[in-house]
């Protein structure tokens, strides 16, 4: 899963469009997603721009420059290209979850929380939207609720290291079980190890003694 700061590898089908514009649209891509990771949000934003304008409506296109706008503050220009995005591809997890951020960012839960209940509606079986109610639980204060639905995201795939982590993090930090939520934690690494800051986080566990669980527990 991406998360938010991460932006979209673009797959490219020859047979939409010319290989010559299909090769630009890709060299566009590639040099935002390489200004992108050096901290040059601007730069990124305007490579992306250039493959979008010579394929529209791409939602990998339109997600990464959300990413680039919501880096660069301005938070209008980002919600209108991660919606764009969402118009395309409905249910794309890490669109969706950039979207909620920065509408809990701006004080708007309320809307987020609604937009993930018709999501949940539309989807009965999708995993990721349980995870973002739980995620969005977590930040109404109701851990408790949040592991539920954790758990039942986990339930429909057993990969969503959304719900891996951030079920981590209540035990470690809400419910003072560390054991838990190294157990967790380790599991998100084992799906995607790829995560440097998730591994720092674990091996500082690992330096403070904890362990996983024992059997019983």
Known sequence: MRRIGLIAVLALLVSACAPALSERVRQYNDLGVQNFQK????RARADFQAALALRPNNSALLYNLGQCYDH?????QAEKYYRLCLQQQPNDADCRHALNLLLVQNGRLAEARQMVQ?????EPKLSAAYAEDGWLFQRQGDPISAIKRYQQAIYY???NTLALIEMGRIYEEELNLPSRALKLY???LDYDPRQPDLVKHVNQLRTRGVGPPHPES
């Open 118 to 122: 018709d999501w949940l509606a539309r």
């Open 157 to 159: 795939d057993p990969h």
């Open 39 to 42: 901290g040059e949000f601007d």
């Open 72 to 76: 660069l503050g301005q938070s209008e």
């Open 186 to 188: 380790l599991t998100a």
